[in-house]
């Protein structure tokens, strides 16, 4: 229960301070983000709607207690936010992100559980989850967290991240996973690549347009267009293939 007693705590503070940085906001919903909750616990779906609730441009429009019942709900109340928790009794998580997230023009998924085991965490976010939030994240963070995944961002635990870098860095000889993504990256021209970069090493799109000297425009322009050359559905996917190709 000390996940969802964390989780009840008022919403407040001004958000993860350098974790991934503030939402971007350029592709965010234009009206308020509207959220799905599937999580197989009442107590922690009723304490999540109480944060979500309580930010006045996020809208809880829905609740899911399985896996398996996600298709359905996407499909009758349209989130643009899917919280996810991973374990469920009969479908969990990580399949149901899966199923999601390769249909056509899926929502984002956001995984928030109380597990982060490397494979699990690996698993959602190459299956288009935009971002992985332990359940005793504070009520700001996630908050913040929905508004960056929805405007198309990455949102990823310190804990997260920490474990992706030594999966990153703890790669030795020769690994087929670092050949099939050099391979892909190799397709690229040398600013797709210098974008594709900047994502791995988490920058948003005001950022790479900064660094690169772009518009903010030209920099969604060139995700877009890495997201259909690399045939991937996020820039999570991305990042994460760059980190397999060893370039960040």
Known sequence: MAAVASLTNPPGGSGPAGLNGPPAGDGAPAGPVRVLIVDDDPLVRAALSMIIGGAPDLVVVGEATDGTEVPAAVAAYAPDVVLMDIRMPRLDGLAATEELRSAPNPPEVLVLTTFDADEQVLRAL?????????????????????????????????????????????AVGVDPRRQRAQRQLATLSEREREVAIALGQGRSNAEIAGELFMSVATVKAYVSRLLVKLDLNNRVQVALLVHDAGLV
């Open 126 to 170: 190459r299956a288009g989850a935009g971002g992985f939030l332990l359940k005793d994240t504070a009520p700001a963070e996630i908050v913040h967290a929905v508004h960056r995944v929805a405007a198309g961002e990455t949102m990823l635990s310190p804990t997260v991240t920490r474990q992706l870098v030594a999966h990153v860095t703890g």
